[in-house]
């Protein structure tokens, strides 16, 4: 927009005296990509008037981990378990010499996609997250350069990073599991990251920013997260790392290092304000972890911010221990949807639900809590007071949800239900620094039925590939069973 604008609706999100507010009626202005004004009776001239009737206005989402990819945790959800099932690489496959299962223009396409889903369910700053199970050894920095033109095209502000690493995990042929390292590697990795976080930084009138992603704690030598945390300090960028998010993933570092995960990474220096570490679920005294230690105070005073991703946790049968807990401790504690779909009501929803039974307690926790932490915690995750809140001088990064659909239900409080029963669906209008990106529902050049299409298409690729990566390469129907006999037209039958 190159005009004031005024937007109006039932309720507006503002912000006031350091926390979110709830305008009735409300209004709110926005001016060369800021909001110049939130609350009523706006008197200065405007080029456009839009009023939205019986509906939200509140800040885009900030999605510290959002997905931007064609989801694997499909592939793994009832295939269990993950060793045997193509999760993890069998020691043939690291011998034959590992591949890309998608090419160049398909890794494009995927950003390009993942990116108008983020969009359509009110995500207005986004961190890409990426399977590495179907990859060579890690992103590219070409797929990442063709992810930001996506991220630009679309109008999504995004921080990027090509994930790297220095190993990964093997099945062993006589079903042991290990990991193998290759140094030079990971650090050939983190030094191209480097140089795409010098290139692109600010790039697009500051709607590209940049961040370190190390991949996972468990395939990183030290040496590798050394260098990594002193070059997101000179580049002054996040950094982030998967960590503490499975009792594996615990149980290998512990036996490779001799230290649980936050104690190892304290050790190293890696740990501050700049660290965003999903997912946090499995540290000393939580979730059967048994072994003496401090682990949470260790990330209290370090400063860091736990990655909340409650919708893949509770898939995989965990959950923060808990919500209330660490917040309590004076951690902060950010969100990410990291699986399809990229939905953060639906996140917010099950991590409301996760917390009160992880208490045991209805009081366990509030739908506020939750909203300020998809908004405002991930904005100052990322040192940017201009971002997940709506006051004058704010980033104008907002959406609209429909408080007028059918499966809305019956409204008291607006924020509570949100958490009660939206949706991304629900979601009619989402603007980025000024510029409608969607508007009534419409994202403009995409054609959402043909992307998932094509999406399903590579998908089907990777899956018909999954025999080559997955121990004993048993058939593909054997990795991914029906859930009941599947019954063709000609009377065969595919046995669950």
């Known amino acids: 927009m190159t005009a004031p604008a005024l937007l109006t609706a039932r309720w507006v999100v503002g912000h006031a005296d350091g926390r979110h507010c709830l305008y009735s009626n409300g209004e709110i202005v926005v001016d060369r990509g800021r909001v110049v004004f939130v609350g009523h009776g706006y008197r ?43 999760r993890i690489w069998p020691q043939t496959y690291v011998e034959s010499g590992p591949f890309d299962m998608y090419d160049a223009e398909e890794l494009a396409f995927q950003k390009r996609y993942a990116f108008s889903r983020l969009i359509r369910g009110g995500i207005t700053t986004a961190l890409p997250i990426a399977s590495l199970f179907y990859r060579e050894w890690g992103e590219t920095v070409a797929e990442f350069e063709a992810a930001a033109d996506a991220a630009r095209d679309l109008g999504l502000r995004v921080y990027l990073g090509p994930a790297y690493r220095s190993g990964n995990s093997v099945v062993r042929n006589d079903s042991t599991i290990d990991y193998f390292f290759d140094e030079e590697r990971g650090l050939k990795g983190l030094a ?59 149980d290998s570092v512990l036996k490779l290092r001799g230290m649980s995960p936050t104690e190892w990474m304290h050790s190293l220096g890696f740990l501050g304000p700049r660290a965003l570490l999903p997912h946090g679920t499995y540290v000393s005294g939580l979730n059967g972890i048994d072994r003496p230690g401090n682990d949470r105070e260790i990330l209290r005073d370090a400063g860091v911010t736990i990655v909340h991703c409650p919708l893949v946790s509770g898939r995989h049968g965990t959950a923060l221990q808990s919500f209330r807990s660490f917040s309590d401790m004076g951690i902060r504690i950010g ?34 809590e939750f909203y300020d932490a998809a908004t405002i915690a991930g904005a100052d995750a990322l040192g940017r007071p201009d971002l997940g809140r709506l006051q004058p001088g704010s980033k104008a990064d907002l959406m609209v949800v429909d408080l007028d659909d059918p499966f809305i239900g019956q409204v008291i409080d607006p924020i509570q239900t949100l958490m009660l029963n939206a949706s991304a669906s629900m979601v009619r209008s989402v603007m980025i620094d000024g510029r409608f990106v969607m508007e009534d529902g419409v994202i403009p050049g995409i054609d959402d039925r043909d992307y998932r299409r094509r999406a399903q298409s590579q998908f089907n ?36």
């Not at 480097?194 to 940049?210: H, N, P, V, Y």
């Not at 704690?217 to 982030?240: F, K, Q």
């Not at 990229?342 to 992880?358: H, K, S, W």
């Not at 899956?463 to 054997?478: A, C, D, I, N, Q």
């Open 44 to 86: 200065g001239e405007v080029a456009r008037r839009i009023d939205y009737g019986n509906a939200l206005i509140g800040p885009g989402f900030v999605d510290l981990d959002a997905l931007a990819d064609l989801d694997t945790t499909a592939l793994g959800y009832d295939n269990q378990p993950a060793w045997k099932k193509g």
């Open 192 to 250: 191209d990251a480097i140089d795409f976080c010098r290139r692109l930084e600010g790039r697009d009138g500051g709607l590209i920013r940049t961040m370190l992603a190390p991949d996972r704690i468990e395939t990183c030598t030290p040496e590798l997260l050394r260098r990594s945390a002193a070059a997101a300090e000179d580049l002054d960028v996040p950094l982030r790392l998967h960590s503490n998010q499975s009792r594996f993933e615990y």
């Open 335 to 368: 969100l990410g949807t990291d699986t399809y779909p990229p939905d953060m009501f639906l996140n917010m929803q099950v991590g409301m639900m996760l917390c009160r039974v992880a208490e045991a307690s209805a009081t366990a926790c509030r739908s506020a």
């Open 461 to 496: 690729g990777v899956m018909s590939k999954y025999p080559l990566r997955t121990f004993g390469h048993p058939k593909v129907e054997e990795i991914f069973p029906p859930s009941y006999p599947v019954i063709s037209a000609a009377g065969f039958i595919t046995a669950a």
